[in-house]
């Protein structure tokens, strides 16, 4: 598998279909790196699982809590400890507008919750962290190590990490959720905020300037000083329908992802990764989408 120069300096990359694990582009893609917001992306899916076997409603109000105020200014909405909104709002201002206090709050509030139905002690963001290894164990992810669910490492002792490969099995288990990619695909969204019982409206802007560009239709941002400017996007093209001669039908999905992390121009390289990573497929698929070599291939898929 041949690397590309991208148009713009770039730590690591890797480019994947999502529904085999065919490699189409990488670089680098096993240097562990700072992937700050990036983060963001297991987080809310740790969120959904656990809203999916506790069946609890995204409805369900949270408390933004104390321990945000250590953030400092890394909100979007400019949210502080009391305030309260839904869980729902808060996955809308973690994942487009790629806000810290919500992560933090959506984490804690999950994390009390596992705690009880667990009849456990313990810190409620060291639980959440520890759904976050066991997801990331599931998957295969093993140059992963998560210690927060925001993805800011200013001042930690023990610093975050992920590679391009790990977050392209995150990704593709992210995007697997319906709930997920309709929050990463939105490009703007209104949400509530509750302050003394004054309810307070902000307008997001997701972060991901490539939506609806090149088919993009998500997924996320990140960065720091450590991280440098990162990205996770994905572009999926309409399902393609054989028909056989015997009446049978048969349904090929197609999606391409790609992940940037330490990119000097994240916007630009993602575009032209993700319009190299469909020439790459095209040629695949016409020639019938071979898997002699499975070195081509990320395990895992």
């Known amino acids: 598998m041949m690397s590309i120069q991208a148009v713009e300096p770039v730590v690591s990359y890797m480019v994947v279909d999502h529904y085999s694990g065919k490699i189409l582009a990488h670089k680098n893609a ?7 917001s990036l983060t963001k992306i297991a987080t809310a899916c740790v969120v ?39 869980l729902r709002d808060g996955l ?15 984490a804690m509030h999950v994390g009390v919750d596992m705690l009880r139905r667990r009849n456990k002690q313990g810190h409620p963001m060291n639980e959440f962290v520890t759904e976050l ?32 490969s790990d977050l392209c099995r995150m990704s593709k288990y992210a995007m697997e959720k319906a709930g997920f990619r309709f929050y990463v695909s939105q490009k ?10 004054n309810s307070r409206s902000f307008k997001l802007t997701n972060t991901n300037q490539l939506l609806g560009k090149s088919r993009i239709d998500g997924v996320k941002t990140g960065q720091t000083q450590a991280s440098g400017p990162c990205l996770v ?28 992390l330490g990119a000097q121009d994240r916007f630009r ?29 990320l395990p895992g898929f």
């Open 133 to 164: 290894k066991a997801l990331s164990g599931k998957l295969g992810m093993r140059s992963t190590e998560f210690v927060n669910a925001h993805g800011l490492d200013f001042g930690l002792k023990k610093k975050p990490f992920s590679t391009a």
């Open 269 to 297: 390289t993602g575009r032209e990764l993700i319009d190299y990573g469909w020439k790459q497929f095209d040629a695949w698929d016409a020639a019938g989408r071979p898997r002699q070599d499975l070195r081509g291939f």
């Open 30 to 36: 096993d240097q562990k790196l700072p992937v700050a």
């Open 188 to 197: 703007s969204r209104k949400i509530s905020v509750n302050r003394f019982g």
């Open 92 to 106: 809308y201002a973690s994942l487009m507008a790629s806000d810290n206090v919500a992560a933090e709050s959506l």
């Open 48 to 86: 959904l699982d656990w809203a999916q076997v506790t069946k609890v409603d995204l409805s369900q109000r949270m408390t933004v809590p104390q321990s945000a105020a250590a953030l400092g200014g890394a909100t979007a909405v400019g949210m502080q400890p009391g305030d309260v909104l839904t």
């Open 233 to 260: 996007v994905s572009s999926k093209r309409p399902n393609r329908v054989t028909k056989f001669p015997d009446g049978g039908s048969q349904i090929q999905k197609r999606r391409v992802t790609a992940v940037i």
